[in-house]
């Protein structure tokens, strides 16, 4: 992820802490959340003259590949859980 993608992905993610920061993810249609996300997706589009559908996509792919990253970290931490046998 290049610098530029880490920043759009954390200007999203910020605005969406506080435009979402009431709603259960799980419960709230995608397209409710999104519609939420629009006026910062729409103004980063500006800012890149990107359309705004592109901005979409860029910011999903990025979401995957945060957690991706986060995935593999936690993984790493963890360590391999076979190392330690059978606990029960």
């Known amino acids: 992820m ?5 920043e759009i992905l954390t200007k999203i993610n910020e605005y969406a802490s506080v435009v979402l920061k009431d709603i ?3 419960k ?9 996300l629009k006026p910062v997706l729409e103004e980063i589009a500006k800012e890149k003259n990107m359309p705004l559908e592109d901005v979409f996509i860029k910011y999903m792919d ?6 991706v990253e986060l995935e593999r970290k936690f993984q790493s931490e963890l360590g391999n859980p076979s190392q330690y046998g ?3």
């Open 2 to 6: 290049t610098a530029e993608d880490r």
């Open 24 to 26: 259960d993810p799980q």
């Open 28 to 36: 709230t249609h995608v397209s409710f959340q999104l519609d939420k």
């Open 62 to 67: 990025l979401a995957s590949e945060a957690s």
């Open 86 to 88: 059978d606990i029960m």
